[in-house]
T-cell receptor, first 115, second 114 residues
Framework: AQSVTQLDSHVSVSEGTPVLLRCNYSSSYSPSLFWYVQHPNKGLQLLLK??????LVKGINGFEAEFKKSETSFHLTKPSAHMSDAAEYFC?????????????FGTGTRLKVLA | NAGVTQTPKFRVLKTGQSMTLLCAQD?????MYWYRQDPGMGLRLIHYSVGEGTTAKGEVPDGYNVSRLKKQNFLLGLESAAPSQTSVYFC?????????????FGEGSRLTVL
């Protein structure tokens, strides 16, 4: 069965320092993996996705994630945090189920960026 | 380009009242989903649809009904609202044929049941 674990519910970083948001998954098949960002009172916006091509995936706003099959991880990173990065981030795993595509969401990591 | 539009954005109900949330997408997507978001629980799937005229239950379907009479619209109904249904509801859609497709989300509908 699929599952997603976001290892930190809250992360605080100073502006200009690196960001690391951790995600581990389990999946019976070759999964598609996604990171979404949600700013306060907004919908979810796709940051990046892994779809079995390159293991290092680049997304919007300078974010990237690396798929590591041996570690079943898909951690999100950014070299230098900006104040506008403060938001909640969701790791999502997807695979084809019976009749549809199933998406399993992690419980989210709230990123705080300190001035 | 509107994408996925949800109405209303906010609603307050009394216990036992009914209401319908409307989701409309203009991307010609086959699949549509309704999720609820509660603090610390991520998003949980309520119902989904793989095409016009079809619906199916998700992870937490009790107390909700859905309809998809037109491809572009997916309605979520609460027949008798309960305080436990206080939540933020998100509609999402995706193309049907694309194996690696992502979900496209609306901006959410915040429902409070008193």
């Amino acid at each position: 069965a699929q599952s997603v674990t976001q290892l930190d519910s809250h992360v605080s970083v100073s502006e200009g320092t690196p960001v690391l948001l951790r995600c581990n998954y389990s999946s019976s098949y070759s999964p598609s993996l996604f990171w979404y960002v949600q700013h306060p009172n907004k919908g979810l916006q796709l940051l990046l996705k892994y779809t079995s091509a390159a293991t290092l995936v680049k997304g919007i706003n300078g974010f990237e994630a690396e798929f590591k099959k041996s570690e079943t991880s898909f951690h999100l990173t950014k070299p230098s945090a900006h104040m506008s990065d403060a938001a909640e981030y969701f790791c999502v795993v997807s695979e084809r189920g019976s009749g549809t595509y199933k998406y399993i969401f992690g419980t989210g990591t709230r990123l705080k960026v300190l001035a | 380009n509107a994408g996925v539009t949800q109405t209303p954005k906010f609603r307050v109900l009394k216990t036992g009242q009914s209401m319908t949330l409307l989701c409309a997408q203009d991307m010609n997507h086959e699949y549509m989903y309704w999720y609820r978001q509660d603090p610390g629980m991520g998003l949980r799937l309520i119902h989904y649809s793989v095409g016009e005229g079809t619906t199916a239950k998700g992870e937490v379907p009790d107390g909700y009904n859905v309809s998809r009479l037109k491809k572009q619209n997916f309605l979520l109904g609460l027949e008798s609202a309960a305080p436990s249904q206080t939540s933020v509801y998100f509609c999402a859609s995706r193309p049907g044929a694309q194996l690696t497709g992502e979900l496209f989300f609306g901006e959410g509908s915040r429902l409070t049941v008193l």
